[in-house]
């Protein structure tokens, strides 16, 4: 299981290679694998929303709301430069290419079960 995390300032992330803030991350989903780049592929909006696709790959999405224009009952933004993934041993973030290990990096768990 893969837990995908949006960051908030996503976009200050094209250049960072910081650790993101606990604060700035916001649980929008627990995928059912073990692959990094399958999580990513399937919480991307490529010919639906992702997040109208859940279902059908077993995606449990949190309705989290992620900033003051967001809306999660309209669903969420593509997994993005600067957001994080946790696969149940290490913590990963986005990059322009690949993922960078953070290493000493926690965050509390905040599954809710909706």
Do not use: Q
């Not at 933004?77 to 957001?83: A, I, L, N």
């Not at 993934?85 to 926690?106: A, P, T």
């Amino acid at each position: 299981m893969i837990l995908v995390y949006h960051n908030k300032n996503f976009i200050d992330y094209n250049y960072k290679d910081d650790a993101p803030k606990s604060e700035e991350l916001v649980l929008v989903a627990e995928v059912p694998t073990t692959e990094k780049e399958v999580a990513y592929r399937l919480t991307n909006n490529i010919e639906e929303s992702w997040v109208d696709a859940a279902r059908e790959h077993g995606i449990t999405v949190h309705r989290n709301k992620v900033d003051a224009f967001h809306d999660p009952a309209e669903g969420h933004r593509s997994t993005s430069v600067g957001d994080v993934m946790f696969d149940g041993e290490k913590w990963w973030m986005v990059k322009g290419i690949g993922y960078k290990e953070l290493e000493g990096f926690s965050l509390e768990d905040t599954r809710t079960g909706d």
